[in-house]
């Protein structure tokens, strides 16, 4: 009998058990888990000890023991008590690490099929006794919060200004085990809900306060039309989204860049005039006239030339009406005639000290144009409540129409945003708990301020901030049972969406069908398709990859002058976007590693050197040449694997190897000297080869090295060189089973060899995302099963997050023993 | 960046530092210093009181301005303080007012790394060298204040408060490869931590009175108690949902709970000095328009936060290095830092000595206001001592030595004002600052290079 079939028979059988000790999975579900099919006969199944003897042993023998791991004389027949050790093994022989190079090896298809016996071997001795892991109570996360009351009162806030940022576990700041409260914290959370229950009901006596948003860093150049909220023929500043909480005046001012070095802090450009456009949801508020004659300095006299009233930005804050709610705050230039066509063309060097000194605009090339750098919205003054805003649309579901009725519209009220904070049907003490505030609130004020008061309380409510989840009454210790559907629907809009569940899924969840398999898929796939996952895409990926690290990225602008905020911002927007629709086309999962096309702008396709991309958007470009496919061809992955002045074999093999491959080399043994740049002659190849003769660095940096190789072509900036220096870049290498690449194309297809452990890397890390917690060995068993049935689907991103989603440690959760 | 400031304890900072952690494996005991230390904490403050003894109450102030002083205008001999142009406007507190010449940065001084105005700013309250970097491996020392700020942090609700009136959002290098850092504060909790600087008096206010937008009594106490209930019904709550959860789950509930409690107990430190008379103050909207009226501001609010107990310390610059500011309502229309380098010309010369004048004329604004200010059986300038001064002095030379410097200290301290001491040559600035933090009980043995104290001041 096949071997996979087996192993899915028992599994099922396993599942009633369990279902007999801790009720609770329904026969449904156990259909859903059932794969439809069985794939193709995997290979034969090879003797587990008689492999390890045969190559593992030799170092992991109980006299060396190599790495610490004994192999020799392991009882394979008690896998299910050593699985921790045998995961680790079936991981590193995935990614294609073990046996290391030079030692005996077994050819390909000896070495897939042993690690599918042991795999298989694995997943059975787990399936007698699966342990879907006990997530512990998770405190939302500045963003999960932020979300959150976007969707419970319709009310964008600025959660960074609000709250402290979040620790990270696991590469991911949603891991529940580091998410801890400090009164700090609690503080802030206090503050925080004293202000957003104020702007949701619209407090007539708010103190009015100011908003600085940054438009641009130092290096940005605003040459064309910066969004598509700004008008045609613009060039610079931007649009902000920015909260008004009541009907009143606001004022606004735009700060223009000055130049960089303190000694000569003048606005730049301020010799030519031009016009900024500030407008109001697309409405001109004011145009201002800035610059040239009668703003110009006098560069006669020092004192003048670095004064400090030629402020003529200051002066220029106005005020305007707002009624209550979100709006669209713009400021842009004016772009003249002469402004050629073309992004950046003109842009000095940033190391020159015309940039950092100058402040003229001159003609032509070698200018320094005007550019703003912050907009500050002040407010509200004479505000007055709003009839109406989207948060009190969201509210405010019943006006009192008399003093008697006052109790009866709060109580709907709040068990209304009760339900929602809650993520599950409220109880009578609860809702009467908030009245109790409610009436606090009301005795001195009015109705408004009542409700804000309650709502205040609600904010700081454990159950609102936490994530709790308890075991079910009766429940043996250390029994696996499945999470109530209302848990159930948490976690999924905490993965998906990185907020609460929305009136719909909590629907479903409290009527007790959501656990149905096609309740369950048309929910998951409902809310992927809602704009609101955009935030599993940005948030996951940006984690996963470091991507994050784009936005403090600094290469070394001696070495790479060209590189300037206007191309960080690209690097980021085009894996974004390119990210954004690998998901929401639905692509294979590896595609991400070999996809024909970018998004690229003009100044990110000059700076790859792909003709034919003019203007500043974005815009999805098949690529010709496929050195550049998939991710590992995009900037913002090239950049921050690199140093500031230079690439990094190590860097970009380590990350690989911890990124892709999931197996992270450790950590460089102490004492080791780094590599010395100055001294040695060569090029960086032979330097880091000869590194390599040492045999304690060989270890490591035998299986680094290669792979940072491969992608040589590619300098810290993302470029493509056949040069480094003066020295031919040499990009070939054998990844460690010995299959030969000799540049980025042929490493890409490579690393497709192992693409097993590349779906096992991603499926960890999105496992861990999505439940906030780190995957363990015993997780391995439902990863496994998560890849099997991607497989089946193709590989497809929805299928995968399905997957997840009725995996057992998303469905389940194991009782406290 | 509320994150690195200090507030009543200083774990709690700790507790909430970022730990990046980029390694792929979270170390258990990264996790179980987290509860630990937060757990421990709230047990350790309660006890405090049962032990110490009261000690009578004291507060700190240092000041900082830019880019030196005109100081052929500035420099007088030892003995009687004489009233030159510069400090004119504090003769009315001449009694309290001693004037050290003499005393150096050395800390300032180039190691051939450039950046004059960072080196100077930083070495100016921490008597130690900046570390050249524009990246995140900044390193200094721990600053004067900071260390007066441990010894008090336990008794006030915020630890120390960090006052500015330049925007301080740049970040990256400021200055030929010096961070941005040492030019946004003068104020650094560790060797590694500056405490950011806050110039909009809005958000000072908050800090200090949380989100009522006044410090009227009933407005505030309206607020406090809201707080208060709001925390007691958590509290409650807590107690119902923790059935049904495991003893991890227990545990951070337990953090949390202990969260409100030391929360709480700051809320009724506030409410225990409700009783006290505080002028009604709205908060602020924002930054106000003029030099003179945004520093008052600034004063007025710290003088509230001294009146009220919330915290003892303070640091204050009132212009960075390398400012460009200008003052054409005083008549000096150029800008600070170009007007600085003044290559000996006298009429620049005395422009700056002007621009300096106004600057320490506002120091004397904030001590009318604390003799003003009832506390106790006398006025809270009583129980104040404020250090004031650049990190350099000669600013056309960058020279960091012979750094003027004024200290100002109420009747408390027992320090002999009306005077003028001048120290010998390469006497280190630090050996001030360790003498003035003796009377503050701290016990310091070295502080940044001092090399010993200054005996004319030691002692009381």
Redesign the interface.
């Known amino acids: 009998m096949p071997y996979g079939f087996i192993t899915r028979r028992r599994r099922v059988v396993v599942g009633v058990g369990l279902a007999g000790v801790a009720l609770i999975l329904s026969t449904s579900l156990l259909a859903a888990q059932s794969p439809a099919r069985i794939p193709a006969a995997p290979p034969a199944a090879v003797p587990i000890k008689a492999f390890v003897d045969t190559y593992c042993v030799t170092c992991h023998s109980q006299r060396m023991k190599t790495a610490g791991l004994v192999l020799e004389n392991r009882d394979v027949a008690a896998m299910a008590q050593d699985a921790e050790v045998w995961e680790k093994i079936a991981t590193k022989m995935h990614a294609g690490a073990m046996p290391p190079p030079g030692s005996k090896r077994p050819d390909g298809t000896a070495y897939q099929a042993f690690i599918s016996s042991l795999e298989g071997a694995l997943d059975k001795a787990a399936a007698a006794d699966a342990n879907p892991g006990?997530p512990?109570?998770h405190?939302l996360n500045r963003l999960e919060y932020t979300n959150a009351i976007r969707d419970l009162l319709a009310l964008e806030i600025d959660g960074k200004a609000m709250l402290?940022?979040d620790?990270?576990?696991?590469?991911f700041d949603n891991?529940a085990?580091?998410l801890?409260?400090?009164?700090?914290?609690?503080?802030?959370y206090?503050?925080a809900?004293?202000?957003i229950s104020r702007m949701a009901v619209g407090d007539p006596?708010?103190?009015?306060?100011?908003t600085?948003y940054?438009v641009s860093d130092r290096t940005m150049g605003q040459d064309d039309r910066m969004s598509e909220e700004l008008p045609f023929g613009s060039r610079g500043g931007a649009a902000i989204r920015h909260y008004f909480p009541l009907d009143g005046e606001y004022s606004v001012k735009f700060t223009l860049q000055r130049s960089d070095?303190?000694?000569t802090?003048m606005i730049r450009g301020l010799d030519v005039e031009n016009l900024v456009d500030v407008r109001l949801d697309r409405q001109r508020l004011k145009l201002v006239k800035i610059g040239g004659a009668g703003d110009k300095p006098t560069f006669g006299a020092?004192?003048n030339?670095?004064?400090?009233?030629f402020a003529p930005d200051d002066k220029a804050e106005f005020r305007f009406h707002a009624t209550a709610g979100t709006h669209t705050v713009g400021v842009a230039l004016n772009r003249d005639h002469w402004n050629m066509e073309g992004v950046g063309v003109h842009r000095l060097s940033l190391t020159s000290d015309a940039f950092n000194q100058g402040v003229t605009s001159g003609t032509g090339s070698g200018r320094i144009d005007m550019t703003i750098r912050k907009l500050t919205i002040?407010g509200p003054f004479n505000g007055t409540v709003p009839k109406d805003s989207p948060s009190r649309r969201r509210v405010f579901v019943c006006t009192p129409v008399s003093a008697a009725d006052e109790t009866a519209c709060a109580t709907r009220i709040l068990s209304g945003l009760a339900r929602r904070a809650y993520r599950r049907p409220v109880t009578a003490a609860e809702v009467k708990?908030l009245v109790?505030?409610y009436q606090?609130?009301r005795e001195?004020g009015t109705f408004d301020t009542g409700i804000q008061?309650a709502m205040?309380?609600l904010l700081?409510?454990?159950?609102f901030l936490?994530r709790?989840e308890?075991?079910?009454?009766g429940v043996a210790k250390g029994a696996s049972y499945r999470v109530s559907d209302l848990d159930l629907a948490s976690r999924i809009s905490f993965f998906l969406w990185s907020s609460i569940p929305d009136d719909e899924l909590l629907r479903v969840a409290a009527n007790g069908t959501l656990r149905q398999p096609a309740v369950l898929e048309r929910q998951v796939r409902r809310m992927l398709a809602d704009g609101r996952s955009s935030v599993l895409i940005n948030n996951f990926f940006e984690q996963w990859l470091y991507l994050r690290n784009m936005a403090s990225a600094?290469p070394d602008p001696a070495r790479f002058p060209t590189f300037d905020d206007n191309l960080r911002v690209a690097f980021q927007e085009e894996t974004r976007l390119f990210l954004e629709s690998q998901v929401r086309e639905d692509r294979p999962v590896t595609e991400l590693l070999t996809a024909n096309y970018t998004f690229l702008n003009e100044r990110l396709a000059r700076h790859y050197g792909i003709p034919n991309v003019a203007g500043s958007h974005f815009r999805r470009v098949s690529l010709t040449d496929d050195k550049r496919a998939g991710l590992l061809g995009q900037g913002a992955i090239l950049t921050v694997t690199s140093y500031n002045d230079r690439t990094s074999v190590v860097q970009r093999g380590k990350w690989i190897m911890?990124h892709l491959l999931g197996v992270?080399p450790p950590p460089p043994p102490p004492n080791v000297p780094p590599l010395d740049d100055t001294k040695i002659e060569g090029s960086l190849r032979q330097r880091m080869e000869l590194h390599r003769k040492n045999p304690v660095c060989a270890t490591c940096h035998s299986q680094i090295d290669p792979l940072g190789f491969a992608l040589e072509n590619f300098d810290a900036v993302g470029q493509f060189r056949a040069l480094d220096g003066v020295t031919p870049v040499d990009p070939s290498g054998k990844l460690v089973d010995g299959t030969g690449f000799d540049g980025p194309s042929s490493f890409r297809k490579a690393l497709l060899t192992r693409g097993e452990a590349y779906r096992s890397t991603l499926t960890r890390n999105l496992l861990t995302y999505g439940m906030g917690r780190?995957v363990e060995y015993y997780d391995m068993p439902a990863v496994r099963q998560v890849m099997r049935e991607s497989k089946m689907s193709g590989d497809r991103w929805s299928a995968m997050v399905l997957a997840i989603v009725k995996s057992k440690p998303f469905q389940m959760r194991r009782a406290?023993s | 960046m509320?994150?690195q400031r200090s507030?009543?304890?200083p774990e709690?900072?700790r507790?909430?530092t970022?730990?990046?952690?980029?390694?792929?494996?979270?170390p258990r005991r990264?996790?179980l210093r987290?509860?630990g230390a937060?757990l421990a904490l709230p047990l350790l403050d309660a006890m405090v009181p049962a032990f110490a003894a009261p000690e009578p109450v004291k507060r700190f102030g240092a000041m900082y301005v830019a880019m030196g002083m005109s100081m052929p205008t500035w420099l007088q001999p030892e003995g009687p303080l004489q009233m030159n142009p510069i400090i004119a406007s504090l003769e009315k507190h001449r009694e309290h007012i001693l004037v050290p010449v003499g005393l150096d940065s050395e800390g300032a001084v180039s190691v051939g790394d450039n950046g004059n105005?960072p080196r100077a700013q930083a070495a100016w309250l921490t008597g130690s060298h900046a570390k050249k970097t524009d990246?995140p491996d900044i390193r200094l020392g721990v600053s004067m204040d900071q260390i007066i700020a441990r010894k008090y942090e336990k008794d006030t609700q915020i630890g120390s408060v960090e006052l500015t009136l330049e925007a301080t959002?740049m970040v990256?290098n400021?200055?030929y490869g010096f961070s941005c850092a040492y030019n946004n504060t003068v104020a650094w909790r560790t060797a590694t931590t500056p405490l950011p600087m806050e110039n909009?008096p809005?958000n000072v206010f908050?800090r200090l009175f949380?989100?009522s937008?006044?410090t009227d009594p009933k407005v505030r106490g309206?607020?406090l108690k809201?707080?208060a209930?709001?925390?007691d019904?958590?509290t409650t709550?807590?107690g119902t949902?923790k059935?049904?959860?495991?003893?991890?789950?227990v545990l951070?509930?337990t953090?949390?709970l202990?969260?409100?409690r030391?929360?709480e107990r700051?809320i009724q430190k506030a409410e225990d000095q409700m009783d006290r008379e505080l002028p009604v103050v709205?908060?602020p909207?924002?930054i106000p328009p003029t030099f003179e009226e945004h520093v008052k501001l600034m004063f007025d609010l710290q003088a509230l936060a001294f009146q009220t107990d919330l915290t003892r310390v303070f640091t204050f610059v009132l212009a960075r290095e390398?400012?460009?500011?200008?003052y054409?309502e005083i008549g000096v229309?150029?800008?600070h830092?170009?007007?600085s380098h003044h290559q000996n010309i006298p009429e620049k010369l005395a422009r700056l000595a002007k621009l300096n004048a106004f600057h320490l004329k506002q120091l004397g604004y904030f001590i009318d206001k604390l003799k003003a200010t009832q506390d106790g059986n006398g006025s809270l300038f009583d129980t104040t001592m404020l250090l004031y001064g650049s990190g350099m002095s000669d600013s056309n030379m960058h020279l960091p030595r012979n750094l003027p410097t004024v200290v100002a200290a109420g009747k408390g301290f027992g320090i002999k004002g009306d005077r003028v001491l001048v120290f010998p040559d390469r006497t280190p600035m630090a050996n001030l600052q360790l003498t003035l933090l003796d009377k503050f009980g701290v016990d310091v043995e070295k502080f940044g290079d001092s090399d010993g104290r200054l005996k004319p001041l030691a002692g009381v």
């Open positions: 006990r512990p109570i405190r402290p940022a620790d990270s576990g696991y590469g891991i085990d580091v801890s409260v400090s009164p700090g914290l609690l503080e802030r206090l503050l809900a004293n202000k006596s708010m103190v009015p306060g100011s600085v940054d070095l303190a000694a802090y020092v004192a030339y670095y004064a400090e009233e002040g708990d109790t505030f606090k609130g001195g008061t205040a309380r700081v409510d454990v159950k936490f709790l308890a075991d079910p009454a600094r911890d992270p780190g406290e | 509320t994150l507030q009543g304890n709690q900072g507790g909430m970022l730990h990046m952690i980029t390694k792929r494996h979270l990264t996790v987290g509860f937060t105005h990246g959002d990256g400021c200055a909009n809005r908050e949380g989100a937008g006044t309206r607020q809201l707080d209930s709001i925390l019904a958590v709550q807590v949902v059935k049904g959860l495991g003893s991890r789950d951070k509930l953090e949390y202990d969260a409100v030391d929360v700051r709205a908060q909207v924002g390398s400012s460009t500011r200008s054409p229309p150029d800008s830092h170009p007007l």
